[in-house]
């Protein structure tokens, strides 16, 4: 079978805004870090912005499609720009689900809130064969960081949303949902003083 390599080496977007953008009130910082290792199917996107409506930088990044998948992404974003970086080893190779006769009832599911900050994360897994997942989750109402550290095979989706405080601008939006064996590392950080650690 013939298999098409695509080598992304680096995807780097530095944004600068001029300075007449509204600060933000309540996020802060926002920095996101994430691994996925993927053998099966792939649908997410990712969408940035530094201000609400036609305002500000935007930015929007996505992945579909059935293959092997290694890639990270680096973001951070702030009221005056956003600084993001892609890497990434795409190989395509029809995928089809093995689910018939194999389904699972097994399921594991993750929703964490943090309103003072504006942050919402979720995290599931369906059709599971094998899971192993470390989640750890700090929050206060300075504060939000959310660590997803999950190996397995079967179905994992997970979805963020972070905004200026409840009612504020959306800041970053993220939907992925992942079929097959993967291996996933997610850290997503909002406010003045943290530090994220995933490669």
């Known amino acids: 079978m013939k298999s098409r390599i695509l080598l992304l080496a680096v995807l780097s977007v530095m944004l600068a805004s001029s300075g ?15 691994y996925i290792y ?26 579909q499609g059935s293959g ?19 890497w990434g080893v795409f190989d ?20 964490a ?8 994360i979720s995290e599931s897994y369906t059709d599971i064969e094998y899971l192993i997942k470390d989640t750890t989750i700090f929050q206060n109402d300075n504060v939000s960081i959310y660590s997803i550290a999950s190996q397995g095979r079967g179905t ?5 949303r972070v905004k200026d405080g409840y009612e504020g601008a959306a800041i970053m939006t993220y939907g992925g949902t992942y079929i097959g064996d993967f291996k996933i590392r997610q850290e997503i950080g909002t406010g003045n003083e943290f530090y994220l650690t995933c490669p």
């Open 92 to 111: 395509h190779r029809p995928y089809a689900t093995q689910t018939a006769g194999t389904e699972s009832d097994l399921r594991n599911a993750l929703c």
């Open 20 to 34: 007449a953008l509204a600060e933000w009130s309540i996020a802060g910082n926002v920095t996101e870090h994430s």
């Open 156 to 160: 994992a989706r997970i979805g963020a």
């Open 113 to 120: 809130k943090n309103y003072a900050v504006g942050t919402v």
């Open 68 to 86: 092997t998948v290694s890639r990270t992404h680096t973001a951070h974003i702030d009221d005056g720009g956003m600084y993001f970086n892609e």
């Open 38 to 63: 993927l053998s099966g199917y792939i649908d997410e996107m990712k969408i940035y912005q530094t201000d609400s409506r036609i305002a500000g930088q935007k930015l929007v990044v996505g992945t």
